[in-house]
């Protein structure tokens, strides 16, 4: 016992006594034949008293080392001199990337390595490199990736370093599926996510692969999905690839969505010194919303209100923050505006965009330097960042400024692809399709929007080039060209063919809150020929035209997202001036949809049609320019053989209008996971002749109603419609079974 406290007490003196310090005189470095004595000697961050001990020198190893320039390290005292030897790893003089052949694929795996060209080879850091190279290219679906590295001594002190890499196939998903309680058919999520399944015909689809990125987008739009659905608490448990063998995976997403949520109470705590007047547009949306499912869009307008109001009545220095607090399914909501500290902008720096020009950037930001530093702006900057779809990611960091009261907002954007090529073909009752499609997101690093199309269908072909400005000089104004050439045959059934080249300089801006002006000038050259059955009115139509119209349309979009809208309306209106033209034609056309969620899950929708089309000169307006109705518009009727017809051709009509009804049934066959089901009610007249009064039943609604049935096949979504018949006209012809089946390549 005795002895052990013995030792208890010597190893206590030993722990609580001073490390043993020594002095030096000089510093004396050797091995080093790259790195110069300065280098190392910053490397090592000395201490200027020239007094150290044991910890002191074990952090100059540790400083020396954590350089990654130097194989092996030794420090010590000796004769009143702080020796430091070094061995220097070589120099790498090329690091060679093999078995890439794609471009792209070789410069993103090489921008992710830590050893480059001219940096110190590392055996550890190259095999971190391995693991970062095949974690790489399991994002771009390369799941079987192998690799080998090796180096090849150059002599004095220099390698190459290769990584030779075998790709394999990519991973392919054979099957989606989703599991858990997750409340909405299969069909109905497969249009929420962005992957799909692998099909041998899907040449161009990158979506068929296996991508980690892709399926964690494919989580995020998951989630927001059912928050904007009232299902607060849902949880995308899990989302795992179980292999199929061959190459193959099936992509499992596990849902637990747990109970809807309605919004109950909100209050508003506003600083004591603020007009609480200011502030009673956004009383009234609490007043709508309450007793409302829980939605994400709707929280994201309560925001965009809040930043409005404080930055219209210039509430520079203000903040918001929103708390919730849950009871049962009722969700009480707590935002807080408050005074936040008085900064300004000195300076904003932008990093990583090597191909987006940096005026394109600054453009869109909300914020400027020189103005006063307000964290809604900022975060409407980095909103607007992310919603350009140039970057993967966009990291924001704000420094002290040179001054106390100035801020250095550092923005940090990594750029992703933004070109797509796609294709898809469509066959259905009223006839098929082909296209084919090339879209840059970010032409030339310049914003634009660039994009072709070509499609060709059972009566026409129809080529298109496109470029966009959105922010046209930083003005938030668009500015578009558009070229396109149609050939439209319809000698058959309405008795005339159209060739038509021409182009569209248009520009578009929002007026206010979800309320778009766009405005363009077209010009045609129009060659229109008719077959020898057509009749004299017709055959006088016969020629060739040059056209120059001017167009304006506004659009105001009050829908609550989107895509998949479930409440709110969307009207607009576009009418067509005559500048230059052989008939004088004008036409107005008017749309309007809104969107009720009655009955829970049942989604109704009630939209109305109207156009016109009449020479303000008394002539007759020209074959390709009266008015057909959309097939949408009126189903129970083959498309466009309704209304007024001359001898055996349908000519359309000066007038439509078309009102629609329709509601989801998801009650219908719940198991059934791959179809949903709705049904629909359809009126619709096309009248008016201005060759002849005698021809057509103006006064004639025609009208159906019917049962859709939304389809996954195999192939890609199937459309099936079967309608009856209610009212028609003499002439009309029906259709009771409509189908459209489309797929992508």
Same mark, same amino acid.
């Given at each position: 016992?005795?002895?052990?406290?013995?030792?208890?007490?010597? !190893?206590?003196?030993?722990?609580?006594?001073?490390?043993?310090?020594?002095?030096?005189?000089?510093?004396?470095?050797?091995?080093?034949?790259?790195?110069?004595?300065?280098?190392?000697?910053?490397?090592?961050?000395?201490?200027?008293?020239?007094?150290?001990?044991?910890?002191?020198?074990?952090?100059?190893?540790?400083?020396?080392?954590?350089?990654?320039?130097?194989?092996?390290?030794?420090? *010590?005292?000796?004769?009143?001199?702080?020796?430091?030897?070094?061995?220097?790893?070589?120099?790498?003089?090329?690091?060679?990337?093999?078995?890439?052949?794609?471009?792209?694929?070789?410069?993103?795996?090489?921008?992710?390595? &830590?050893?480059?060209?001219? @940096?110190?080879?590392?055996?550890?850091?190259?095999?971190?490199?391995?693991?970062?190279?095949?974690?790489?290219?399991?994002?771009?679906?390369?799941?079987?990736?192998?690799?080998?590295?090796?180096?090849?001594?150059?002599?004095?002190?220099?390698?190459?370093?290769?990584?030779?890499?075998?790709?394999?196939?990519?991973?392919?998903?054979?099957?989606?599926?989703?599991?858990?309680?997750?409340?909405?058919?299969?069909?109905?999520?497969?249009?929420?996510?962005?992957?799909?399944?692998?099909?041998?015909?899907?040449?161009?689809?990158?979506?068929?692969?296996?991508?980690?990125?892709?399926?964690?987008?494919?989580?995020?739009?998951?989630?927001?999905?059912?928050?904007?659905?009232?299902?607060?608490?849902?949880?995308?448990?899990?989302?795992?690839?179980?292999?199929?063998?061959?190459?193959?995976?099936?992509?499992?997403?596990?849902?637990?969505?747990?109970?809807?949520?309605?919004?109950?109470?909100?209050?508003?705590?506003?600083?004591?010194?603020? %007009? $609480?007047?200011?502030?009673?547009?956004?009383?009234?949306?609490?007043?709508?919303?309450?007793?409302?499912?829980?939605?994400?869009?709707?929280?994201?307008?309560?925001?965009?209100?809040?930043?409005?109001?404080? !930055?219209?009545?210039?509430?520079?220095?203000?903040?918001? =923050?929103?708390?919730?607090?849950?009871?049962?399914?009722?969700?009480?909501?707590?935002?807080?505006?408050?005074? /936040?500290?008085?900064?300004?902008?000195?300076?904003?720096?932008?990093?990583?965009?090597?191909? =987006?020009?940096?005026?394109?950037?600054?453009?869109?930001?909300?914020? %400027?330097?020189? %103005?006063?530093?307000?964290?809604?702006?900022?975060?409407?900057?980095?909103?607007?960042?992310?919603?350009?779809?140039?970057?993967?990611?966009?990291?924001?960091?704000?420094?002290?400024?040179?001054?106390?009261?100035?801020?250095?907002?550092?923005?940090?954007?990594?750029?992703?692809?933004?070109?797509?090529?796609?294709?898809?073909?469509?066959?259905?009752?009223?006839?098929?399709?082909?296209?084919?499609?090339? *879209?840059?997101?970010?032409?030339?690093?310049?914003?634009?929007?660039?994009?072709?199309?070509?499609?060709?269908?059972?009566?026409?072909?129809?080529?298109?080039?496109?470029?966009?400005?959105?922010?046209?000089?930083? @003005?938030?104004?668009?500015? $578009?060209?558009?070229?396109? @050439?149609?050939? &439209?045959?319809?000698?058959?059934?309405?008795?005339?063919?159209?060739?038509?080249?021409?182009?569209?300089?248009?520009?578009?801006?929002?007026?206010?809150?979800?309320?778009?002006?766009? =405005?363009?000038?077209?010009?045609?050259?129009?060659? !229109?020929?008719?077959?020898?059955?057509? /009749?004299?009115?017709?055959?006088?139509?016969?020629?060739?035209?040059?056209?120059?119209?001017?167009?304006?349309?506004?659009?105001?979009?009050?829908?609550?997202?989107?895509?998949?809208?479930?409440?709110?309306?969307?009207?607009?209106?576009?009418?067509?001036?005559?500048?230059?033209?052989?008939? $004088? &034609?004008?036409?107005?056309?008017?749309?309007?949809?809104?969107?009720?969620?009655?009955?829970? $899950?049942?989604?109704?929708?009630?939209?109305?049609?109207?156009?016109?089309?009449?020479?303000?000169?008394?002539?007759?307006?020209? !074959?390709?320019?009266?008015?057909?109705?959309?097939?949408?518009?009126?189903?129970?009727?083959?498309?466009?053989?309704?209304?007024?017809?001359?001898?055996?051709?349908?000519?359309?009509?000066?007038?439509?209008?078309?009102?629609?009804?329709?509601?989801?049934?998801?009650?219908?066959?719940?198991?059934?996971?791959?179809?949903?089901?709705?049904?629909?009610?359809?009126?619709?007249?096309?009248?008016?002749?201005?060759?002849?009064?005698?021809?057509?039943?103006?006064?004639?609604?025609?009208? @159906?109603?019917?049962?859709?049935?939304?389809?996954?096949?195999?192939?890609?979504?199937?459309?099936?419609?079967?309608?009856?018949?209610?009212?028609?006209?003499?002439?009309?012809?029906?259709?009771?079974?409509?189908? %459209?089946?489309?797929?992508?390549?």
């Amino acid at each position: 016992m005795l002895n052990f406290f013995l030792k208890i007490f010597v !190893l206590f003196l030993f722990i609580t006594s001073p490390s043993q310090s020594n002095n030096f005189n000089d510093v004396l470095i050797s091995g080093n034949k790259r790195i110069s004595n300065e280098t190392i000697l910053v490397f090592s961050d000395i201490s200027e008293e020239k007094n150290l001990d044991n910890n002191s020198i074990n952090l100059i190893l540790k400083k020396l080392y954590n350089t990654n320039f130097f194989k092996d390290v030794s420090v *010590r005292i000796e004769n009143n001199n702080l020796l430091i030897n070094v061995v220097e790893y070589p120099i790498i003089q090329t690091v060679f990337i093999e078995g890439i052949k794609k471009k792209s694929t070789k410069e993103s795996v090489t921008k992710i390595l &830590t050893l480059k060209n001219r @940096s110190s080879f590392n055996p550890i850091l190259a095999k971190q490199d391995e693991a970062r190279i095949l974690s790489h290219l399991k994002k771009l679906g390369y799941f079987f990736a192998t690799i080998i590295s090796s180096v090849q001594d150059l002599g004095n002190n220099k390698l190459d370093l290769t990584y030779n890499i075998v790709l394999g196939n990519k991973a392919k998903i054979s099957k989606i599926s989703f599991i858990g309680d997750k409340k909405f058919k299969n069909n109905t999520l497969r249009n929420v996510i962005i992957s799909e399944e692998y099909k041998f015909w899907k040449i161009l689809s990158g979506k068929k692969f296996l991508n980690e990125d892709l399926v964690k987008l494919d989580q995020r739009l998951l989630y927001n999905f059912y928050k904007n659905k009232g299902f607060f608490n849902v949880n995308i448990n899990s989302s795992f690839a179980n292999y199929l063998g061959n190459d193959e995976f099936e992509l499992i997403y596990n849902i637990a969505p747990g109970k809807k949520f309605y919004f109950n109470d909100f209050v508003l705590n506003l600083p004591l010194d603020y %007009d $609480d007047s200011n502030f009673e547009a956004l009383k009234l949306i609490f007043l709508d919303l309450k007793g409302e499912n829980y939605s994400l869009n709707s929280i994201n307008k309560v925001l965009d209100e809040i930043d409005k109001i404080v !930055l219209n009545e210039q509430f520079e220095f203000l903040k918001s =923050t929103v708390s919730e607090k849950i009871d049962d399914n009722l969700i009480n909501l707590t935002f807080n505006i408050t005074d /936040s500290e008085k900064f300004y902008v000195e300076k904003i720096n932008i990093f990583g965009n090597n191909i =987006t020009q940096e005026d394109v950037i600054r453009n869109i930001l909300a914020i %400027d330097e020189g %103005d006063a530093f307000n964290e809604l702006l900022q975060k409407r900057t980095m909103n607007n960042l992310k919603s350009l779809n140039f970057f993967s990611d966009v990291q924001s960091e704000i420094i002290n400024g040179s001054s106390s009261n100035q801020k250095i907002i550092n923005l940090t954007v990594s750029e992703k692809a933004t070109g797509e090529i796609s294709a898809g073909a469509g066959v259905g009752t009223s006839g098929g399709s082909v296209s084919f499609n090339v *879209r840059e997101n970010n032409f030339l690093g310049r914003g634009l929007e660039f994009g072709t199309n070509l499609t060709v269908s059972q009566e026409s072909i129809k080529g298109m080039i496109n470029l966009k400005n959105p922010n046209y000089k930083g @003005s938030n104004r668009s500015l $578009d060209f558009l070229a396109e @050439s149609t050939v &439209t045959d319809r000698l058959t059934d309405f008795g005339y063919k159209s060739n038509k080249t021409g182009f569209t300089i248009g520009s578009g801006f929002q007026y206010f809150d979800n309320f778009y002006i766009n =405005t363009g000038v077209s010009s045609f050259v129009e060659k !229109l020929e008719t077959d020898a059955t057509a /009749s004299a009115s017709m055959k006088k139509q016969k020629g060739n035209y040059f056209d120059t119209f001017f167009n304006y349309r506004i659009d105001y979009d009050q829908r609550n997202q989107r895509y998949q809208a479930t409440d709110g309306f969307r009207s607009t209106f576009k009418q067509v001036f005559p500048l230059i033209s052989d008939s $004088d &034609t004008l036409t107005n056309t008017y749309n309007y949809k809104v969107y009720n969620n009655w009955f829970s $899950d049942n989604i109704t929708t009630f939209s109305l049609y109207a156009k016109t089309t009449n020479s303000i000169s008394g002539k007759d307006v020209k !074959l390709s320019e009266r008015i057909f109705l959309p097939p949408s518009k009126l189903r129970g009727f083959e498309s466009g053989k309704v209304g007024p017809k001359d001898g055996n051709d349908f000519v359309g009509g000066n007038y439509a209008l078309a009102f629609n009804a329709s509601t989801s049934l998801p009650q219908i066959l719940p198991n059934l996971q791959e179809a949903n089901f709705s049904i629909f009610l359809d009126a619709a007249n096309v009248w008016g002749l201005d060759y002849s009064s005698t021809l057509g039943d103006s006064g004639k609604i025609r009208s @159906s109603i019917g049962l859709a049935i939304d389809f996954f096949t195999p192939v890609g979504p199937l459309n099936i419609s079967f309608s009856e018949t209610i009212t028609k006209g003499r002439k009309d012809i029906t259709e009771s079974f409509r189908f %459209d089946l489309g797929t992508s390549f």
